[in-house]
């Protein structure tokens, strides 16, 4: 019973690939996110989506599209990987306003750009 | 931007020692959160704490949010907590964004 499930975990590509990684949650929550963790451990928001409406894009290269088709999807495309693209993504999900539960992540993907 | 800073940033313990990790933020928050990113990178949730205290089995947290810092202690370390502790926070109107602190990194040796 995954909260927030993440595929793939691992994506090795090379540059200038297109890839994308799939995120869903069965919480119900409203919002969800990206998060990027870099080499330094550093988490950082990337996108916020609440109720298939983006809400937050934090000075992301627009070779990042965030997109959400329900509520309980977010899906992250890149295009023309990078090297400096290579990091951990996190997805998660909260309800805002009931401060109940915070947040809840995914188990992440390591994207490595070869 | 809201500032949160983790102290200290790297923590040696020996099996059994108890510990404090401590959060600083510099504004008002209407949500704190205490994860632990465990050695295969998973980040679990420990304890979501804007204001007083809980705890949860050897684990237990304190936010003074009149005073911006939330304390995190562990008791009877095991080898098991080694991994990195982050606090994050969020502020009303900041479209619930959750800002981290850099983390602080904890090794239990048996």
């Known amino acids: 019973d995954t909260a927030v499930s993440q595929t793939p975990k691992y994506l090795v590509t090379q540059m200038g690939n297109d890839k994308s990684i799939k995120c869903e949650q069965n919480?119900?929550?409203?919002?969800m996110y990206w998060y990027k963790q870099d080499s330094k451990k550093f988490l950082k928001i990337m996108f916020s989506?609440?109720?298939?409406?983006?809400?937050i894009n934090e000075t992301v290269p627009n070779r990042f599209s965030p997109k959400s088709p329900d509520k309980a999807h977010l899906n992250l495309h890149i295009n023309s990987l990078e090297l400096g693209d290579s990091a951990v993504y996190f997805c998660?999900?909260?309800?805002?306003?009931?401060?109940?539960?915070?947040?809840?992540f995914g188990s992440g993907t390591r994207l490595t750009v070869v | 931007g809201i500032q949160v800073e983790q102290s200290p940033p790297d923590l040696i313990l020996q099996e059994g020692a108890n510990s404090t990790l401590r959060c600083n933020f510099s504004d008002s928050v209407n949500n704190l959160q205490w994860f632990h990113q465990n050695p295969w990178g998973q980040l679990i949730n420990l304890f979501y704490?804007?204001?007083g205290t809980k705890q949860n089995g050897r684990l237990s947290a304190t936010t003074v949010a009149t005073e911006r810092y939330s304390l995190l202690y562990i008791s009877s370390s095991q080898t098991t907590d080694s991994g990195v502790y982050f606090c994050?926070?969020?502020?009303?109107?900041?479209?619930?964004?959750?800002?981290f602190g850099k983390g602080i990194t904890l090794s239990v040796r048996p």
């Open positions: 704490i804007p204001s």
């Open positions: 919480l119900g929550h409203d919002t």
């Open positions: 998660a999900s909260s309800q805002p306003g009931t401060g109940v539960y915070g947040y809840t």
């Open positions: 989506y609440n109720n298939k409406e983006l809400i």
């Open positions: 994050a926070v969020t502020q009303t109107g900041a479209n619930s964004k959750l800002t």
